[in-house]
């Protein structure tokens, strides 16, 4: 593979294994989330978001890099992209024993990812690589209706109970240490925005401060740090073992039996 | 007429038959998925689809029956005849494009058709698709498949579904911060 495709692999395994991880961790929330009205709509954004995973890793198959079944179930956790804070469990216990799960951080962790999910997208749309281009545009007509929807969300548990707030404003912390590596374009970074790809890290972070800081004081809030990346930054192959444990359960039929991943 | 030609036309014909397995009632052609039947040489059909939405689980479906139908309309044709079903995303597939058939389907079967013109970040106006009512009242943007909403009638008081609107965003929209 010649350096140039390299590159731009990099950055369609970051877009991939983003979509794919968190769209796991929310489809996890199946059966528990707080209403069965979410229930509905947060399984609708989970599939979507697994089909935007499924664009980004047919655009890395017709690259070369393997098949899409393969790439998603068979790469070890230290060939994943996706940034750290998208792996993280969706809080104490097991979606099959006592998931004693936090919906603040949920929502958090989603409205943040999806205004930046939304500024990398208008960047896609004027990428040189045509076919990133043309996902992107597909992906965004779906998006609109997440980002609407995390937005809601945000907004009204933040503008509601003491301990909701408190809640939230919590999850903001947590997330705000991470959150840079979700930014983060990872060490092959510069060569990325090089080959006009995608605009350079500075951009994407400010534009997302600037949009994310406007909701932030419509609800009389501030961060008080810059984002952080203190787990380490994704990009690079650094993961946790929450990571690990969700790639075994998401592998374990497609391990189990080749011939049981189309029904 | 070439041959090619007549072949090509009545792939069309059978493409009328093959429905979305979430809504039975109306076929792939309706919803305007269909983009291109391309003869790639004698006896080689490529049928280009536009999916819906990117994570649809029925695409696989839909591919299946494509390819079942066609082989088992078009025998005469050609034993041999090569049917190869492939999705783009280019161009984007949008509510408009579904025909003025399908959306009659649609609200037959108790689904609004989406709006014909939608503006992102517009609150969108749904008759009901039984008493058409625009009294209506949104439950849910998100519904039983990702291309569905859920709303309710408060006039008969039915609930009720519609087709969520997709329309192209990108549109026209500059983004400054980009530059």
Known sequence: MQREDMVLCELLYQLADDNFILAYRGSEWLGLAPHIEEDVAFSSINQDMMGHAVMYYQLLEELGAGDVDALSHCREPESFRNAILLERKNGLGHYLENPNYDWAYTVVRHYLFSVLKQIRLESLYHSSYEPLKQAAEKISLEHYYHSMHWETWFTQLMSSTKEARHRMENAINYCWQEFDGVISLGRYGKEICDHQLIVEEEKLRNEWLKRVCTTFGEMQFSPKTSPGMESGNGRNGEHTEDLTEALEVLSEVYGGDKQAVSW | ?179
């Open chain 2, 1 to 179: 007429m070439t041959k090619n030609l007549l072949l090509k036309k009545e792939v069309q014909q059978v493409l009328q038959q093959v429905t979305d397995p979430e809504m039975p009632y109306i076929s792939i052609v309706e919803l305007g998925m269909l983009e291109n039947i391309a003869m790639k040489r004698d006896g080689f059909v490529q049928v280009e689809l536009l999916p819906t939405f990117s994570g649809c689980p029925a695409l696989n479906m839909i591919q299946a029956d494509v390819k079942e139908k066609v082989k088992e309309r078009l025998l005469e044709w050609n034993d041999d005849l090569e049917v190869e079903v492939t999705f783009r995303f280019h161009p984007p597939w949008t509510t408009d494009r579904i025909t003025e058939t399908g959306k009659e389907k649609l609200r037959q079967n108790g689904v609004s058709p989406p709006p014909a013109s939608f503006t992102a970040g517009e609150p969108w106006k749904i008759p009901c698709p039984y008493c058409h009512s625009m009294y209506t009242t949104m439950e849910n943007i998100f519904g039983p498949t990702a291309c569905r909403s859920i709303l309710y009638c408060n006039a008969c008081k039915n609930p009720f579904e519609a087709m969520k609107p997709i329309a192209n965003l990108f549109e026209g929209v500059e983004n400054k911060w980009l530059n």
